[in-house]
């Protein structure tokens, strides 16, 4: 078998070493799946480096590894090792005892509840943004790169709910450059063939350093001044607030709260994690927005005719199609493709395929969104799918947040989060694309992005 991104065939599955296949995977994951896919059928079984990779393509082997046997797959400890040499021992990066009773921790704080508290902060973010990024006179039209705009803002977010306080463009900038630096680094690590130690030069060393400080230095700085009474208006309902206030309602031997170093930790996943997805899915929504203005002049209806009584969060909880075009959004183009992956702990079997031992299998997201055996015409944009009365999806076919114990902890602060970015920007602006423009192709840096500059059209209502 041969394989090379821009044919149909794919350099030889039994290639020395399977490095071919390493390469292929590294420079063009989502068409690679897709090859295995086209030729292995729902489960391709590879060899790479002595090590049995398996791809799963069908939701119901998704569940099966996820939810039915979660017991029996764990997180790839060097993923995770990898990904700790930036962001510290977080919830993600953690398994076993300690993150479970940093999950437990943790999970009240991201509760509907307690994320009510946020949405002032999130919103007070989110028109300082449109108000610096886009036209404010009404007729005001400006070309942008979306996805410029989109990490502005929902990074001003991120910082906004952490620690209550305004921040400067260049701040943002700053952080936002630092956090994608760090996880482009740690995706490349994935693929070395092993782990420099911290002292040892390696590629890539001195500016990761450099990145780290960054980030370090602003956290610090903000978690010193908190614990040191110096503190915003507001901050009593921040998420900084809530991290050096949670406790365990399960404790151990283990401290019933953070530690100082798992607070700091905490909130360089919280930037990394929290603003890259929701930035990814609105890049892709408000392009699917320019293209489609049935859709936007159905949302404007169902905006204006939102209760006006009800609370911020209701209000959001209200507007089901503008939820709906958010899940469509995120099915067609998931921010999250790549490295969703497992390791089995013992001899298993998903399906009708034995698993055994140390094999490391692979849940491609993007070809489970896009299977026409769960959706419809599943090229298509159409929120329907998701509105409430639609025919049941099958379980597991969408994963845009994940399943089983690891699903995404900030789940429905990213959600809400984006209904009210995405609420904001289509009650305020007019969304075109030039003539003739469509959407880029999608390629996997880090989230999913566009591979050439998404451009719309911004005019204020």
Known sequence: MAINPSMDAPPAVKAPLGLPLLTYIQQDPLGAASHFQRRLGDVARLNILFRRIYYFFS???????????????????????????????????????????????????????????????????????????????????????????????????????LFSQPTTRTEANRVSTAIRALTRQSMREVFWAFIPPEWMPYPGRAEKRKHLRVINTLIATQVDARKSGVTSSGSSQDVLEMLLAARDDQPTSASATLTSKEIHDNCVLLFSAGFDTASSALTWWIGLMATHPEVVARLRDEIGAASAGASPIESVARLPYLNATIKEAMRLYPPSTALFTRVALRDVVIGDTPVKKGTLVVIPIWHLHRDPRSFDEPGAFRPERFMPGAPAIPRSAYLAFGAGPHFCLGQHFATIEMALIAAHIVQNFDLSMEDGAVLPEPVVDIALKPKTPLRVRFTRR
């Open 59 to 161: 939701p119901e082997a998704a569940r099966q590894i996820l939810v039915d046997h979660q017991a029996d797959f764990t997180r790839e400890a060097r993923l995770l090792k990898i990904f700790e040499s930036f962001q510290g021992k977080n919830v993600l990066t953690t398994e076993g005892a300690d993150w479970e009773r940093q999950r437990r921790i943790l999970a009240p704080g991201f509760s509907p509840k307690r994320i009510s508290g946020y949405i002032n902060l999130m919103r007070a973010a989110i028109h300082d943004s449109v108000r610096e990024e886009l036209p404010a006179v009404r007729g005001g039209s400006a070309i942008v790169d979306v996805d410029a705009l989109t990490t502005c803002i929902t990074m001003d977010v991120i910082l906004r709910t």
